[in-house]
């Protein structure tokens, strides 16, 4: 990296898998008596299974009290191969509030819960800073990359470069999964019940990025910048959910409200992923 100020992150993953699990079982409130006058919440409650291959953070910050007049520049390159695999599964949970004998005068409420499973070849946040309080006095921008990225490469007085491949396996999946509130005996009376902004998230990802470069609003001439960010994936990327139940169940209900609202359910697969803010 040719700049007076430079951050080098090189990853490279050759073989073997990650994976993460997570078989959270029952969380909540199990009454086994009628309740009477008695609210019962279930909420904030997350279990989340996250694998990831390459994983990076990187950050160049440079401030100029007076005048600055170094250049900067932050190279970001990660890879996988497909002898490789990542693999991230949430199942076989509940959670919630279950009453056996019926309900009476008593708020049940299940909300803001989540299983979230996340799966990805390479992540990375990439962050270039360089402020002035006055002015630039930068001359002669800088090239960064080259060979050791496979070729990419870019030039200014301030530069950020992403190069990401993945080649890798990547699979997320959340199964086998319920939240929510269940009251069997004689019924629900006189009570409000909500199941509300519960998340159920599988999410895969191959590559994904996120870059900036941050510069000062001053007088006078600014000084070049560049994002460059390249993405290649050549292996399936997937994303599951199946068996999931969100809801209320209640063996009667009298003078009850019965509130199903703002509950997601996502799986969501993306093979390259960036965003470049300058």
């Given at each position: 990296v040719l700049a007076d100020f430079a951050v080098m992150n090189i990853q490279d993953?050759?073989?073997?898998?990650?994976?993460?699990?997570?078989?959270p079982g029952a969380v909540g409130a199990?009454?086994?008596?009628t309740v009477t006058n008695s609210p019962i919440s279930v909420s904030g409650n997350s279990t989340t299974a996250q694998a990831t291959i390459n994983s990076a953070l990187n950050t160049l910050s440079l401030t100029g009290a007076?005048?600055?007049?170094?250049?900067?520049?932050?190279?970001?390159?990660?890879?996988?191969?497909?002898?490789?695999?990542?693999?991230?599964?949430?199942?076989?949970?509940?959670?919630?509030?279950?009453?056996?004998?019926?309900?009476?005068?008593?708020?049940?409420?299940?909300?803001?819960?989540?299983?979230?499973?996340?799966?990805?070849?390479?992540?990375?946040?990439?962050?270039?800073?360089?402020?002035?309080?006055?002015?630039?006095?930068?001359?002669?921008?800088?090239?960064?990359?080259?060979?050791?990225?496979?070729?990419?490469?870019?030039?200014?007085?301030?530069?950020?470069?992403?190069?990401?491949?993945n080649n890798a396996g990547i699979a997320a999946t959340?199964?086998?999964?319920?939240?929510?509130?269940?009251?069997?005996?004689?019924?629900?009376?006189?009570?409000?019940?909500?199941?509300?902004?519960?998340?159920?998230?599988?999410?895969?990802?191959?590559?994904?990025a996120v870059n900036s470069i941050g510069l000062s609003?001053?007088?006078g001439t600014l000084p070049s910048a560049s994002l460059t960010s390249a993405q290649s994936n050549t292996a399936s990327v997937t994303a599951t959910?199946?068996?999931?139940?969100?809801?209320?169940?209640?063996g009667g209900v009298g003078g009850s409200n019965a509130v199903v609202s703002g509950n997601n359910i996502s799986a969501t697969a993306i093979g390259n992923s960036a965003r470049g803010t300058i």
């Open positions: 993953a050759s073989d073997g898998a990650v994976s993460a699990t997570a078989t199990i009454v086994n008596e007076s005048a600055l007049n170094a250049t900067a520049g932050l190279v970001n390159s990660q890879s996988n191969t497909a002898a490789g695999s990542a693999a991230a599964t949430v199942q076989f949970g509940s959670v919630g509030a279950i009453v056996f004998d019926g309900v009476s005068g008593s708020p049940l409420n299940v909300s803001g819960n989540s299983y979230v499973a996340t799966a990805a070849g390479n992540t990375a946040t990439n962050a270039l800073n360089a402020t002035s309080s006055s002015v630039y006095g930068v001359s002669g921008s800088q090239a960064i990359g080259g060979a050791v990225v496979g070729g990419n490469t870019a030039q200014a007085d301030y530069a950020v470069l992403n190069v990401q491949n959340a199964q086998n999964l319920a939240i929510g509130v269940l009251s069997g005996g004689p019924g629900t009376g006189g009570s409000n019940m909500s199941v509300t902004n519960n998340i159920v998230s599988a999410s895969a990802t191959g590559n994904r609003s001053v007088a959910v199946s068996g999931v139940v969100i809801g209320i169940g209640a």
